[in-house]
């Protein structure tokens, strides 16, 4: 999309739709709904008085109401956008509503949308300290890119319905408010880039995206963003000795693929700098292995490489964005087979560490192959480690599918994810992988094994393995299983991969940046 930022009137907007957001500011539980619009401009007021009054739209999330040739507007149509209730306004209430905005647009067989910034003075003063331009500015934009993908390029008679230029419109103000806005304006291009080419990756099927493909991509991301990629397969994980990833891998014709992305910040990082280490489990397909899956649902496990894409992306926009700190992005891609020469049930093989893990269940393996990521990249100099994976369908039963797991063994480094997440607006929430849970995955021939005695704490038992992998290194475990790939459409979100964890990664790595 050609994404431009305007100030100016919006009423004076030549568009074919101006899309506008509106709330409900009525009190107490079971008054009647009030929409009032995020809007200051009084021909758009009055616009849109008559069907704010006539009780039809009541500025639910999500929810729209088209008007054509709006009184006094150069718009052709004004789209009035519900966000629900003012008090819990919040900037991922924008980001809905932009998206809702676009993607509105489309069954209208519209390619040009323009979305009047929100004027939270509309509602009351709170709201100016609580929602900050810049964030608003960028929500608006990660919304309405985001928002602006449709997942269709897999079908031979596509409809094409890409909205092709988008421009926000925010009013003449002070030069302050105006370079906050295109501040996040711009902040909120690159992150929304990055999540898009993320959510791109993991809508590959497996037979497309095997992990040396991943790894072409990977590499062709970090030649055009300026990173320092190397892809390494087989021999390497020989010689570094990766036991533990190389079981995964073995039991398909197809190689693995362990990628390594570099940025450096100009000039060098300075000596007492973190350097941090992104993790991906990057399975191309996970058919459980020996261990295998029940084929119901199986299909779904092309997406076992989200942690992996989510690590790409955010290499993509860390790139962009230059933060004064080294990160490394480090994927382990293998995809998962039943094979001849597959891994089984019962053997004992020994990962990089020299630790040794017993296998249980060969569909247990993300946590294998990030048992030996998470070792590299501290062979490489990183002192703080995130990793992200849909490794667990127990995340799933305990979270859902609205927020992700979140595990760490460092309450600082884990204060500093979470202080990341009103900007990133997703979430996460902390479960436990303290040490009275090891017992859980004790072997009685290995130093560990790869399942939970139980199927009980399944996310925990799983988060306690890599826990021994991360050390004394400060960690923070991402389980995305429940929030990778959304099966509902919604007004703001096609059906498909979410690139969920790349918004929340940006701002770690920028938490880190003096
Ligand atoms: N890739 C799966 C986890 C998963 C489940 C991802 C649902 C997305 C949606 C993982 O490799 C797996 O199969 N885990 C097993 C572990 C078990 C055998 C200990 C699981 O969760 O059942
Ligand atoms: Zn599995
Ligand atoms: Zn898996």
Redesign the pocket.
Known sequence: MDTKLLFQDAAGFATPMLAVFAVDVAAGKDADPLPVLLNTSDTVTKAAAKVLGSGEFKAGLGETILLHSPAGLKAERLLVVGLGKAKTLSADEIRKGAGTAVRAAKPLGLREVAIAFPEDRAISDEHVDALPCLLLSRALVEGAEIGEVDYDTYRSERKDRSVRSLTVIAKESEKREREEIQEGFNLGLIVAGAQNFTRSLVNEPGNVLTPTVLGARAAAMCKEAGLTCEVYSTEKLHELKMGAFWAVAKGSTEPPALIVMTYEPEGGPAKDLPVLGLVG?G?TF?T?GI?I?PAD?ME??K??M?GAAAMIGSMKAIAQLKPKVKVIGIVCSAE?MPDGNAFKPGDVVTTMSGKTIEI????????LVLADGLHYAKTLGCTHLINA????????VALGMLNAGLFSNDDATCAKFEAGLKASGEKFWRLPCTDDYKDQIKSQIADMM???KT?YG??T??AMLLKEFAGDTPWVHLD???C??NEETKPWLPYGPTGIAVRSIIEWVRGYSA
Request: one cysteine or more; glycine letters at 16%.
């Open positions: 489990k399975i996970d459980g261990s899956k649902g779904k496990m997406y076992d989200a998962n249980v269940n060969t569909d247990a393996e993300g946590r994976a849909t490794l667990t369908g127990a995340c799933v790869n399942t939970g199927r399944g996310a038992n799983a995305i299983a429940g990778a790939w």
